[in-house]
T-cell receptor
């Protein structure tokens, strides 16, 4: 089975540019999570969806961040405009309801804003 | 304020010896705990979990201990192997199997020396 698929794997962009990160969850999973990993704060939950509906976006740092899930197999995390402090690894994860608390992570998108 | 804390950012252990990774939490509502392992350039993967109704859970070389009164859990790896070198994240949730998201610690980099 294919795991969680994220793209791009690496992105280097200039400050002020728009960044779009993409995620395809595991088929059949109805929860999707966006996490950010930094050295200082470890893994932080930004937002999660259940059945394509955003449930909790309290972790989204600022209005510059937005996330969408137009269908069960695709989600985007957008940063506009990007800033150097947004540089981090962004992980998408998914799980199936009733399968416990284990979530399955993608390989991450490494974002560098210069 | 971090609700899940991993106070040791790094740990080095000799191959064959025991590795002990520690995690503390502050939220008394947490009752299900997980450990994830992360290799460089990969997403975190689930390793082992424990419910608050237990104080120990074992899976091969990996054992997780939970001390609810101290709000402390630890992961023991015996014997440690070079392939265990990775970042280990502790995670907790307040409602097993529910929609509540996991809260992660900042991670501990384990290095097993050959």
């Amino acid at each position: 089975d294919a795991g969680v698929i994220q793209s791009p794997r690496h992105e280097v962009t200039e400050m002020g540019q728009e960044v779009t990160l993409r995620c395809k969850p595991i088929s059949g999973h109805d929860y999707l999570f966006w996490y950010r990993q930094t050295m200082m704060r470890g893994l932080e939950l930004l937002i999660y969806f259940n059945n394509n509906v955003p449930i909790d976006d309290s972790g989204m740092p600022e209005d510059r961040f937005s996330a969408k899930m137009p269908n069960a197999s695709f989600s985007t995390l957008k940063i506009q405009p990007s800033e150097p402090r947004d540089s981090a690894v962004y992980f998408c994860a998914s799980r199936r309801q009733g399968s416990g608390n284990t979530i399955y992570f993608g390989e991450g998108s490494w974002l560098t804003v210069v | 304020d971090q609700q899940v804390k991993q106070n040791s950012p790094s740990l080095s252990v000799q191959e064959g010896r025991i590795s002990i990774l520690n995690c503390d939490y502050t939220n008394s509502m947490f009752d299900y705990f997980l450990w994830y392992k992360k290799y460089p350039a990969e997403g975190p993967t689930f390793l082992i979990s424990i419910s608050s109704i237990k104080d120990k859970n074992e899976d091969g070389r990996f054992t997780v201990f939970l001390n609810k009164s101290a709000k402390h859990l630890s992961l023991h790896i015996v014997p440690s192997q070079p392939g265990d070198s990775a970042v280990y994240f502790c995670a907790a949730t307040a409602a097993p199997g529910s929609a509540r998201q996991l809260t992660f610690g900042s991670g501990t980099q384990l290095t097993v020396l050959p």
